[in-house]
């Protein structure tokens, strides 16, 4: 079994917290790990997907908690909201840490009252499809490595070659256990009609059904590129107030997620668009129907849907070793453009850029060189990922590394 590097972090907020929600979306894992812990604390185990618990968690929420006085693992929590306040008073009536391990595969802070119920009480804790060092079998370094100043020291081992069909495979780890491209297709196409069929008619009633696929593919062609909701609501034939609505559900369950742009007081106009980007390339690209060969052979497509994979593995890094970090992306209305800043709680601040081409140029870093300009002893590090072999100095705080040194230990 493939081990997950949030296991520790998940363990340490049980430490000292009485609830901790493991938030994100379907077939990521959520379970496997929850049961897990479950075996070697001695929790009770419970999944709300099976019909006849959910009876009974619905119909008696403060009757079911009650009933629980060890520790308890509710698997898929947004199937039964009414279970937050039942919560929250068994909770407050004993603070014990590890009382609760919530899994949910729906945004559940976005449902009502939860955020006033479980405040000050619960810790959220991301997980998200496989990354590349789990699949690799490593603990990737490049976060800490970058911040540290020590980006000389990754040693990337993946063959560069390899990428386009570890973006086909994406992380969810069923997908990754089939070789095959067409029975991986068939389990997209499975999951995809299972979440906006029956995940997103459980959270909201929605009219059409039938124009979210579409929807999903349209949002697919764009990701990594900024968020024009009214070309997005041409295109899907939806008035704005509807493709609102939509994208909000598609977020809620973990299908998209949007990267806000950043911005200080560098005493320039920003674009303040956020970026889209889909959860997992190996979704984008099935899609968008296209394959390792056409993404190889395509450098636009190619650029767009490693731009997302960057973003994704970063996320992934953050969710593990500094969760108070924020991600955004930079453009200023002159042209300039970092894909992502990575921004610590102590206000130090990374750039990445990302190339699909082998070849660097000067003019490429001129951003992060801006960037680096304007901040100061705030700007830590720019790196360009490229698709060349070698790590290599690219100026004062600035490098070019090999899209395999993401995942670098």
Known sequence: ?????????VRRALSDTPVVLLNGARQTGKTTLARMIARESGARYFSLDDAATLALAAGDPVGFIHNQPGAVVLDEIQKAPGLFPAIKLAVDQDRRPG??????????????????????????????????????GRKE??????????????????????????????????????????????????????????????????EALHSLPNLLRLLAARTGGLLNLAEVGRGAGLPHTTLTRYLALLEMVFLVHRLPAWSSNLGKRLVKAPKLHLLDTGLACHALGVDARRIAADRTLFGSI???????????????????????????????????????????????????????????????????????ERFRFGVMFYGGEQVIPFGDKLWVAPVPALWAE
Do not use: C
């Open 1 to 9: 079994m493939i081990r997950r590097h949030i296991e520790d972090a």
């Open 99 to 136: 009382r609760f391990l919530l899994t949910g595969s729906a945004n559940v802070m976005t449902l009502p009252r939860l955020s006033e119920s479980l405040a000050g009480r619960m810790e959220i804790l991301p997980l998200y499809p496989f990354s590349a060092g789990e699949l690799d």
């Open 141 to 206: 370094g490049f976060v800490r490595k970058s911040f540290a100043d020590e980006i000389a020291g990754l040693k990337p081992e993946s063959p560069i070659g390899h990428l386009p069909a570890r973006l086909v495979r994406g992380g969810y780890p069923e997908a990754t256990r089939r070789d095959s491209g067409d029975r991986r297709s068939a389990w997209f196409a499975s999951y995809i009609t299972t979440i906006l069929q029956r995940d997103v008619r459980d959270l909201a009633r929605v």
């Open 306 to 376: 490693l731009e997302t994979f960057v973003v994704s593995e970063l996320r992934k890094q953050l969710s593990w070793t500094d969760p108070h970090a924020a991600l955004h992306h930079f453009r200023s209305s002159s042209g300039l453009e970092v894909d992502v800043i990575i921004e610590k709680a102590d206000g130090s601040i990374g750039g990445v850029e990302v190339k699909a081409g082998a070849t660097v140029t000067a003019a490429d870093f001129s951003a992060l060189k801006a960037l680096r300009e304007q901040l100061g």
